[in-house]
């Protein structure tokens, strides 16, 4: 009979980044972080000089149900005008 040994799983690879991308997108890389909570590197000319990581008391944001109750209804959008218009009469 094998006996059965532990592998300790492996976190997700740290994704890597240039400076110049990272500065031009860098909105983007934070909701990413966010969102994903894994880790970002910050490449200069191919070397490691900074990472992005998440807060760590920042629970990863709710999506489902995070616009309920933000919506409102104005008017009735099926009812016609009370403006009466043609095209090119201006």
Same mark, same amino acid.
């Given at each position: 009979m *094998? @006996?059965?040994?532990?592998?300790?799983? /492996?976190?997700? &690879?740290?994704?890597? +980044?240039?400076?110049?991308?990272?500065? #031009?997108?860098?909105? *983007? @890389?934070?909701?990413?972080?966010?969102? /994903?909570?894994? &880790?970002v590197?910050? +490449?200069?000319?191919?070397?490691?000089? #900074?990472?992005?990581?998440?807060?760590?008391?920042?629970p990863?944001? /709710?999506?489902?149900?995070?616009?309920?109750?933000?919506?409102?209804?104005?008017?009735?959008?099926?009812?016609?005008?009370?403006?009466?218009?043609?095209?090119?009469?201006e």
């Amino acid at each position: 009979m *094998a @006996v059965a040994t532990f592998k300790p799983r /492996k976190s997700a &690879p740290a994704a890597s +980044l240039s400076l110049a991308k990272a500065k #031009a997108t860098l909105s *983007a @890389v934070i909701d990413g972080v966010e969102q /994903k909570r894994h &880790p970002v590197t910050i +490449l200069r000319r191919g070397i490691p000089v #900074a990472q992005i990581i998440p807060f760590p008391d920042a629970p990863a944001p /709710k999506l489902r149900g995070s616009m309920a109750g933000t919506g409102r209804e104005l008017r009735d959008i099926v009812a016609p005008l009370d403006v009466e218009w043609t095209v090119g009469n201006e």
